[in-house]
């Protein structure tokens, strides 16, 4: 590991204008290459004290031996330049772009002489007109074989054209009216290069041109009487809005523009762009990268717009282009569009209408394809094993942990603590042997003790299992593990009865006799500790214990005063993660059906032998139950099946119950008026907290 003052260039040697640096490695390996307004004061945030740098930012200037710049005269050429290196060098810190697929364009070779249509994937090449990129190569067949009806050009390959004029015969479609056969001179060069381009303007978007040319024909026909003639033109006609057809009008100002769009989390990031042309989506594609360096939502677009438009020019660069967040500054990467387009680009965040309702479209498409990778990810099996050997060289564990458990505590301001706690076997989860908790040993919030007792109960449990079974002989049963009696109670899962899926042969609940190999918990060095010492209190060694701090992504282990840093591409911690977000998921989930269980409770629940039709013709009657609170016992006599014994029962029960609190819209501070009748359609009377704070560490995903 490299110290970045052995390599620190003097301020003096470098120059307050834009330029590109590039960091190499000890072997003299670029690792990093990026621009900047001013090389000076950007290069000086890389030399500061390594505790205030970023983990990324800090393993890259750890990593790298020496430092070194070019001067340019504007912005536009820094980031010109920068997009030259990152792609010859490909360095190891920057955001790289990767698509596991070569995406088809619809290419029509005006370069030879009788051009050809032709489904083309990979580099583009110099006289070559290209329509997409599409998602799937028979999309474009589909659409082509509807064209060639119109627009009869050559789709055949070389060795097939030659063959045919030495023959003299063409190939089957030119037979049926679906080439015009240039191999045998049925048509001029000139005349089909002209059919060519026709397809090329039809395919650009300018649909209406020829639409309207083929019913003025189709009616001149008609008045001849040429019905065989007219019919053709017919069809023709149906066919290229069959064709047009395939990509709906999303834009009904015949708008030529790429949409792009970024999904991202703590790790990864993917991008999803759509090509409109004329209005209509002409084409979609991908990437999905690593966040190896510490990035914004804008660079990551800046990063896009890059490589999209970095080999392209003339009309493949569009008027407009659409994103979700400007790079930041924005005029040198327009100014870089406009110079490679040759005209005007307007780079813009769409504000309201179609526009942006299709870049909502475009945003889910990159969600959807952010979890896709995912899921592939996670679901590989070599994959798993990597990410489960590397868990066990960084935690130094005897050997991979094929069970893996992990412990998140969540609440609401301290009301309604409660913890989750996720299995995975084998890097894939277990849900039918997730369990959740109620802290019941202390009121209020104390993450800390919250996860001592958590960790606790969980493993007393594993204890008294080992003591059923004759493999521990030391100490006694906990009270609160074995229960008697029906229905089968599980202290584990807050006391609810045991499904029968979640039962032993015997009928009682199925205990943790298989211990993991490696606890988890949500949290950084206080919450690892307190799990280590509720494992110690316990007697047990043979478990490993870590902890997940989300900020950064440290690994914390116990005893240790520095976090195990985790390489951002290891597949080890990609899997801590997904442990990690499950277990704050499942959490979550479970604190916010227990608060709004609370806010739905009313004092009437608690009157006994009052059912719930009694309960509604009260609310009914009354309004609230703060009006039922102040009526007489002749008054509630009132309500029809209401007796005086359960007046009177009614009357004690509100009279013990302490009112609840106003409600509070905490969005504005407004105290929520409860004399308004109840419209819920429950049983509660009481009023509903408007727009509660979020919970304690964000929403759920």
Known sequence: MADPSSYRPRPGDVPDSPGVYRFRDEHRRVIYVGKAKSLRQRLANYFQDLANLHPRTRSMVTTAASVEWTVVSTEVEALQLEYSWIKEYDPRFNVKYRDDKSYPYLAVTMNEEFPRVQVMRGHKKKGVRYFGPYAHAWAIRDTVDLLLRVFPVRTCSAGVFKNAARTGRPCLLGYIGKCSAPCVGRITPEDHRDLAEEFSDFMAGRTGTYLRRLERQMTE????????????????????????????????????????????????????????????????????????????????????????????????????????????PVEPVQEWLTGRRGSNVSLRIPQRGDKKALMETVQRNAQQSLALHKTKRASDLTTRSRALEEIAEALDLDSAPLRIECYDISHLQGDDVVASMVVF???????????????????????????????????????????????????????????????????????????????????????????????????????????????????????????????????????????VVLPRTSEGLYMLQRVRDEAHRFAITYQRTRRAKRFRSSPLDDVPGLGETRKQALIKHFGSVKKLRSATIEQIQEVPGIGRKTAETIAVALARAVPAAPAVNTATGEIIDDEEPDTTGGSSGEPVTAGPPDERRGQEP
């Open 221 to 328: 026909a008609a008045e001849d009487m040429e019905y065989e003639r007219a019919a053709r033109l017919r069809d023709d006609i149906e066919a290229l809005k069959k064709a047009m057809e395939k990509n709906a009008v999303v834009l009904a100002d015949a708008t030529d523009a790429d949409l792009v769009a970024v999904a991202e989390d703590e790790l990864e990031a993917a991008v999803q762009i759509f090509h409109v042309r004329g209005g209509r989506v002409r084409g979609q594609r991908g990437w999905v990268t690593d966040k190896v360096e510490e990035v914004t939502t804008g660079a990551l677009v800046e990063h896009a717009l890059q490589q999209l438009y970095g080999e392209e020019s003339g009309d493949a660069v569009p008027k407009e282009v659409l994103v979700p967040a400007l790079p930041e």
């Open 425 to 563: 076997e084998d890097g894939l989860q277990r849900k039918s042997e997730y369990r959740r908790f109620q802290i019941r040993g202390f009121a209020g919030q104390d993450d800390v003790r919250s996860m001592h007792e958590v960790i606790t109960r969980r493993f007393r449990r594993y204890l008294a299992e080992k003591e059923k079974t004759g493999e521990w002989t030391d100490g006694a049963v906990p009270e609160d593990v074995l229960a008697d009696g029906e229905p089968v109670i599980d202290p584990l899962n807050d006391g609810e009865p045991v499904p029968d899926t979640l039962k032993d042969d015997d009928g009682r609940p199925r205990k943790f006799a298989y211990p993991p190999q490696l606890v988890v918990v949500d949290g950084g060095q206080p919450q690892v500790a307190a799990a280590r010492r509720a494992l110690d209190e316990l007697g047990i060694d043979d478990i490993a214990v870590c902890g997940l701090a989300k900020r950064l992504e440290e690994v914390w282990v116990p005893g240790e005063d520095d976090p």
